[in-house]
């Protein structure tokens, strides 16, 4: 017979130690070690006598082709992969207050009217907290079925029937608890067996699942790695609480693109989608500003427009400052290195300060020559010219690289008005030097191919500003 035992598991990473400690060896964090039950004299081995042969299938069969649950909201389909699939489980994370039972309360009101039988079970509020939210963001007529539980017994015995519910929100995870376990709700033992429960049922039934899980002090779901390797989705809901839009965005997903975003703006009557993002991100741009350049984007399978924002100030410090907001800190030394070794442009003696604005997060390498343009830029005190989009990686040795889905990101840029754009060679054809390339991949905007980096000087009037530049 097991007997039971005490074990100390760390709360972040989920590491087993045999003993307290303050520091994790695991993850590092400090103070995250709580001492959970646990079972000793476990056999060594599992025998294959009372076990059942799995079922094997070939790769050629068909698959089972399942119509995916739309909500009725473009942007949060869109993140999904074009609606939730049936019988998946979806992790939502985000900050305190950020707007996640506001997103899947509204979420759950538009599948319910479509005709699809929610559940909303919430182990944070009362029945009628969440009937004020409802009919605050006039949904109080939505036929959704909510319930105040946290015994995730109890709701398993709600979901795992015939003629349950097809689609079942929980939020939050964390608070949901197994009564066959000691160790309080929140801890890793619990998130991962009630997780693992709920999706067992998700499965076998049919159900989506939508599980919302709270982030630590780092951004991160909090609870153990596993959680997030469970789950089939997992979709971060992103913004400051001082501004009114939000960005749903997916880091894992086996039904669809994985870095895809959705745009919302959070209202009086709750989310509302923003159905062109790009010109919500450039809603501020001005071409007479020294400094600034547009950056043609592509966030999943969507081209995005965003305005990237540079400013070079002198330092009497020894060290200057580089500050960066919505891109990699590393990245642009990087490119501040590359400037002043293969360009000689000079910025030892001068703070830099860099901005993506609007509050997204930029991380594809395709940035590079925005950030250098922005730079140049703010160094030389000279605007971009009107109307132009900026992308192409650089790299070590100054040399400008190519990159993907460039017709789409100039097709963006087009739409919305631009006139031309500094791209690496290679890129689509348009109109150079008054003709038009034989390239299918055409388009109106005036291409300005940059292959050296030290080649984005010539694109700006040096002569009033030789004693800025160093000599290389």
């Known amino acids: 017979m097991a007997r039971a035992t005490s074990q100390f598991v760390c709360q972040t990473c989920g590491a087993v130690h045999r003993k307290w400690s303050g520091k994790c060896d695991g993850c590092g964090e400090w103070n995250s070690i709580v001492e959970e039950s646990g079972e000793t004299n476990v056999p060594k081995g599992v025998t294959k006598s ?30 999904c992969g ?28 538009m599948l319910a009217k479509s005709g699809l039988s929610v559940a909303y079970i919430s182990g944070e509020e009362a029945v009628d907290q969440i009937r004020l939210r409802a009919a605050r963001l006039g949904l109080a007529d939505a036929p959704v079925d909510v319930a105040s539980a ?33 160790s309080a709700p929140g801890t890793v033992a619990q998130v991962r067996t009630c997780a693992q429960e709920l999706i067992r049922v998700a499965k076998r039934r049919g159900v989506t699942m939508i599980l919302v899980g709270h982030v630590t002090k780092d951004g991160a779901i909090a609870g153990p ?86 400013l070079v100030a002198p330092t009497s410090l020894g ?32 703070d830099v300060y860099l901005n993506v604005a609007g509050g997204l997060r930029v991380g594809e390498p395709a940035a590079d020559l925005a950030v250098a343009a922005a730079l140049v830029s703010a160094h030389l ?11 192409g990686e650089i790299g070590l040795g100054g040399e400008v ?19 031309r754009a500094w791209t690496p060679p290679g890129s689509p054809a348009g ?13 109106s905007l005036e291409i300005g191919e940059i292959a050296l980096l030290r080649d984005l000087f010539d694109r700006f009037d040096t002569t009033p500003q030789r004693d800025k530049l160093a000599t290389v």
């Not at 005190?381 to 992308?391: G, H």
């Not at 150079?432 to 388009?443: I, P, W």
């Open 50 to 79: 009372g076990g059942r042969a799995v079922a094997f299938a070939s790769l050629d069969g068909a698959p089972d082709e399942r119509t995916r649950r739309m909500t009725g909201m473009a942007e949060l389909d869109r993140v």
């Open 82 to 109: 074009g609606g939730m699939v049936p019988g998946s489980a979806l992790l939502v994370g985000g900050d305190p207050g950020i707007g996640k039972s506001t997103l899947l309360l509204q979420a759950a009101a």
């Open 150 to 182: 946290t015994n995730v017994r109890d709701i398993l015995a709600a979901l795992d029937k015939v003629g349950g519910p097809d689609v079942a929100i929980i939020d939050s995870i964390q608070t949901m608890y197994a009564d066959n376990l000691d």
């Open 225 to 310: 790695r596993v959680l997030e390797h469970m789950v089939d989705a997992v979709l971060y809901f992103e913004g400051e609480r001082a501004n009114q839009y939000r960005l749903l965005r997916a880091v894992k997903n086996r039904f669809g693109a994985t870095d895809e975003i959705g745009v919302f703006e959070m209202t009086d009557s709750g989310l509302a989608e923003v159905e062109n993002p790009s010109e919500l991100f450039i809603a501020g741009h001005s071409d007479t500003t020294s400094g600034s350049a547009v950056f043609a984007g592509i966030e999943g399978t969507r081209p995005l427009l965003v305005e990237i924002q540079a």
């Open 319 to 350: 060290t200057p400052r580089r500050a960066v907001v919505g891109w990699d800190s590393s990245r642009l030394a990087m490119i501040i290195a590359v400037l002043q070794t293969r360009c000689g442009m000079n910025l030892g003696s001068h």
């Open 381 to 391: 005190e000279q605007p971009l010219p009107p109307r132009t989009v900026v992308f």
């Open 401 to 419: 690289r190519g990159v993907g889905q460039a017709d789409a990101r100039l097709r963006e840029a087009e739409k919305l008005g631009f006139e």
């Open 431 to 443: 109109k150079q030097g008054g003709k038009k390339s034989t390239n299918k991949a055409r388009t």
